[in-house]
């Protein structure tokens, strides 16, 4: 079963404006990781935060991990038609070697 | 350096028939994932290779999938008997660790979109 759930769905903002998804798990976990997936194809590794950190930066991306809530946030600042994608979260959990993704949250940037 | 590769591209077979998947992941990489994506899902998880260690095939959907990783590289993913519900986009990855701990990316191939007719 998915261990990960994204939040939202399906997000449309206009370019230049801050973009939200959210993910959220099931067990305790190792770590957490963000990915990117254009057009279907294969995913791209954004950022991964451990269990023990609370936040993380790369750029214009920005991670936050709250274990007592079982949930990530990822926030892209000033948005371009380039961040246009699917964003999933996966996730490592505690005594279950195995990375499962959620179900994503397809991001459209409106130029 | 290359990146994770997959072959083929793109697979249109017969209801019935059996097909083979390979997947060459990133050189010296210890572990090597194999996913499922249909149109507008998330990622299926189906079987995950980790150094010598057995692999865990807890995602396999069904004993006719099955797959195998040859002197700790490629992998192949054999389907046999294919059903239309088989169709998908399966796709590999590898990283240089296993899960765990510290944890460490995962590096995909392009998949392998795969259509049962």
């Known amino acids: 079963s998915q261990q990960g759930e994204e939040d939202p769905q399906a997000l449309s903002i206009q370019e230049g404006e801050n973009a939200t998804m959210n993910c959220s798990y099931k067990t305790s976990i190792n770590n957490l990781q963000w990915y990117r997936q254009n057009s279907g194809r294969g995913l791209v590794h954004l950022i991964l935060?451990?269990?023990?950190?609370r936040e993380k930066h790369s750029g214009r991306l920005r991670v936050t991990l709250d274990t007592s809530k079982k949930s990530s946030s990822l926030l892209i600042t000033a948005s371009r038609a380039a961040d246009t994608a699917s964003y999933f979260c996966a996730t490592d959990a505690v005594g279950n070697e195995k990375l499962t993704f959620g179900t994503g949250t397809r991001l459209t940037i409106i130029p | 350096g290359a990146g994770v590769s997959q072959s083929p591209s793109n697979k249109v077979t017969e209801k019935g028939k059996d097909v083979e998947l390979r997947c060459d992941p990133i050189s010296g990489h210890t572990a090597l994932y194999w996913y499922r994506q249909s149109l507008g899902q998330g990622l299926e998880f189906l079987i995950y290779?980790?150094?010598?260690?057995?692999?865990?095939k807890s995602g396999l959907p069904s004993d006719r999938f099955s797959a195998e990783r040859t002197g700790g590289s490629v992998s192949t993913l054999t389907i046999q008997r294919t059903q239309q519900e088989d169709s998908a986009v399966y796709l590999c990855?590898?990283?240089?660790?296993?899960?765990?701990?510290?944890?460490?990316?995962?590096?995909f191939g392009n998949g392998t979109r795969l259509t049962v007719t």
């Open positions: 935060i451990r269990s023990n950190e």
């Open positions: 990855a590898s990283s240089l660790e296993g899960t765990g701990g510290a944890g460490s990316p995962l590096h």
């Open positions: 290779f980790q150094g010598n260690s057995a692999p865990d």
